[in-house]
RNA sequence: AGGCCCGUAGUUCAAUUGGCAGAACGCCUGAUUCUGGUUCAGGAGGUUCCAGGUUCGAUUCCUGGCGGGCCUGCCA
């Protein structure tokens, strides 16, 4: 009896297990193939989450029984060098690695495959099935038809393959300009399905590749190069969105010509037969849907338009929903694949709440975060009756979900700060808070009771006059008498400054693309999405490293920003903590 | 408009393949608590897109509608 029948099945997962079940694989094989023209975000950690978690199933025997091994490959989808760069290829890299997956020795570049490609390319043109067209982008276009309406044949569709040869040697010799000539597929120009109306599969780009160099002056489309290099990679179940469900038949298409022509890549030997065996052994291309979260954008060109046009800092900006700037934030890895992994995979559409992952984030931090006292809107108190020179070590507790973190000392005298939103001088009687004549606890230190309220000439609140009562040091009344709240707080003189960086959703809508007429996504970004502060947090923040969340008591996860390497402390907020009290206030 | 895909609580997914429609998140209530956090207990929320048909019985099968998504880059 297998774990299976407990485990998550999907529509994957049922494919792959029947693969197995009926011998067609041993080995199961999958991928990630990012193209290094942008930052991962949120989704693709979903779609890694999905090929990565399927080979992990299989080698665990939640999938199949333990009749099939796998792996997953990392290839880098660099057909287009115009678009990809070097960087985005090491970001990619760091990325996957945080995210917790290890792709070991089996990392590929589609560019590694140009050889091949261009000499199955040369395959079909012999075929008679590719042809070089001497059209314009323009007349590609207005000769494809329409939705409803066949395309026109292209004149230079029946050249005789010698001449498609030679002009193809031509391309790759870069004996023409950019977008002169392209390679097509001689497909059907009245196919309903507009990708197979001669694709093309070449075109001519005098440009430096990030991986290959200046090797090339021709590079294969996604449709002619994708397919292929799973086929050469062996993939087996190539996972990919939705949106190439019309691509599927192309994807298809190019495997069987090139098989037909005789080729293969895992021939015996050159000229070879491509025997039925051998003609099982092609990937199976299996769409999902694609992740969309609420108050975000998630394409790469969005996201490289907010980068471009300044409305970020940059793609690891804690704002953007990459996995950069989610780790930046203090989103922990694993919240995230707990994320991928709960959200389920189907076919339609989905549109998750951010209150879904911010749940994982929470659940995780709850955990894993120690707490510190951190006062991010001062508000001075002066406790009339504690002598002015003494200072007391009080002992806190670094986190009640994990004895193992131990304690800590907290300093405490005679100024302190509190929350300025902590004090109300007419409160509700909902409200737990201080408020004159009022006593409230203290954390870890001790009951204080407001005395008097100072305010400036405008009738600001600027101080608060408090008294303790020393019977109840460390936080409890011996006379067993209960207080409503209890507050944070810092000791003004041993308090550091640090700079706050308050984050709320980067969109003020749902669903940025829900605009009224004439108005677009751009204009539902929240100008409010970053505020910065500077709040006065307890001394053991100091030796805080960059990369660490903590969880400031009573207002949230907070997680110590890079830029603190090279001067103050500066913490970006990960996620508040659940406010019941202000969801109330709200309503 | 042509082709393909998808319609189950607010959201995302289940429903042992035809047998009393469930879970998670979100929302609401109560208990506990030195975090208005956590934890625990409970609650509200459904014409399973609609209409026919087959069947003792349909979320599931059939037909027809309706609604949504994708496709007319020398992007991926």
């Known amino acids: ?81 115009v ?33 091949q490609l261009v000499a199955w390319a040369e395959l079909l043109i012999g075929a008679g099935k590719a042809y070089v067209d001497d059209q314009t982008g323009d007349e590609i276009r207005a000769t494809r038809g329409t939705l409803t309406e066949p395309g026109k044949a292209s004149p230079f569709r029946d050249r005789t393959p010698e001449e498609n040869l030679d002009l193809f040697a031509r391309m790759k010799a870069g004996e023409f300009a950019d977008g002169s000539r392209v390679l097509r597929a001689k497909i059907d120009m009245a196919a309903p399905n507009m990708n197979l109306r001669d694709p093309v599969m070449y075109r001519v780009l ?33 996972l990919c969105s939705l949106e190439f469900e019309a691509h599927r038949p192309l994807y298809d298409w190019f495997v069987d010509a090139i098989m037909d022509a005789g080729g293969h890549p895992r021939l015996p030997a050159p000229g070879a037969p491509v025997t039925d065996e051998l003609r099982k052994d092609r990937p199976r291309q299996i769409e999902f849907a694609r992740l969309n979260l609420t108050y975000t954008v998630m394409s790469k060109r969005r996201l490289l338009a907010l980068v471009n046009d300044k409305h970020v800092a940059g793609w690891d900006d804690p704002r953007m929903p990459t996995l950069s700037a989610m780790r930046r934030r203090g989103y922990p890895a694993e919240a995230i694949r707990e994320f991928a992994d709960g959200i389920g995979l189907s076919k339609r559409n989905q549109t998750i709440d951010l209150a879904r992952l911010e749940f994982h984030v929470r659940e995780h931090l709850n955990k894993s975060a120690e707490r510190r006292m951190a006062v991010l809107d001062p508000l001075k108190v002066v406790i009339t009756n504690y002598p002015d020179d003494t200072v ?7 986190n009640p979900e994990d004895e193992g973190a131990g304690t800590r000392k907290v300093p405490f005298s005679k100024v302190l700060y509190i929350e300025r939103e902590d004090f109300m001088e007419d409160p509700p009687k909902k409200f737990f808070r201080l408020g004159p004549g009022r006593e409230v606890r203290l954390r870890y230190a001790y009951f204080v009771t407001c005395t008097d309220v100072i305010k400036d000439a405008a009738g600001n609140i600027v101080e608060l006059h408090c008294t303790y ?23 003004a003189a041993h308090a550091l400054d640090a700079e706050v960086r308050l984050y709320d959703t980067l969109f003020t809508q749902e669903n940025p693309d829900d605009v009224e007429e004439g108005k677009s996504w751009t204009d539902q970004i929240n100008p409010d999405s970053l505020k910065t502060i500077t709040a006065k947090v307890e001394p053991a923040m100091k030796t805080a490293k960059a990369g660490t969340t903590v969880q400031f008591e009573r207002t949230g ?3 110590v920003d890079p830029d603190t390497e090279d001067g103050p402390l500066i913490v970006n907020r990960t996620v508040t903590l659940k406010d019941s009290w202000g969801k109330q206030q709200g309503k």
């Open 206 to 238: 005098h440009a430096v590749h990030p991986h290959a160099g200046d090797k090339w002056c021709v590079y294969p489309m996604y449709d002619y190069a994708h397919g292929q290099s799973d086929w050469i990679e062996g993939i087996t179940h190539s």
């Open 392 to 398: 007391e070590h009080m002992d806190a507790i670094n």
């Open 469 to 491: 009562d020393p019977a109840t040091k460390g936080g409890d009344a011996p006379d067993g008498r209960k207080v409503k709240g209890t507050l944070h707080w810092v000791s």
């Open 83 to 115: 678009k990809e760069e070097k960087r985005y290829i090491d970001a990619i890299h760091a990325d996957v690695k945080w995210l917790g997956f290890d792709w070991g020795e089996h990392e590929y570049y589609a560019s590694d495959y140009f050889e």
């Open 557 to 559: 996860y907070f997680c």
């Open 1 to 81: 009896m297998s774990t299976e029948s407990t485990h998550k099945m999907d529509f994957i997962r049922e494919i792959v297990a029947e693969d197995i079940a009926s011998g067609k694989h041993a080995t199961i094989v999958t991928r990630f193939p990012p193209e290094p023209n942008g930052f991962l975000h949120i989704g693709h950690a979903k779609a890694l989450c999905i090929s990565f978690g399927v080979a992990q199933d299989v080698n665990a025997g939640r999938l199949g029984e333990g009749k099939a091994t796998a792996r997953t490959h990392l290839r880098m989808d660099d057909t287009n060098p």
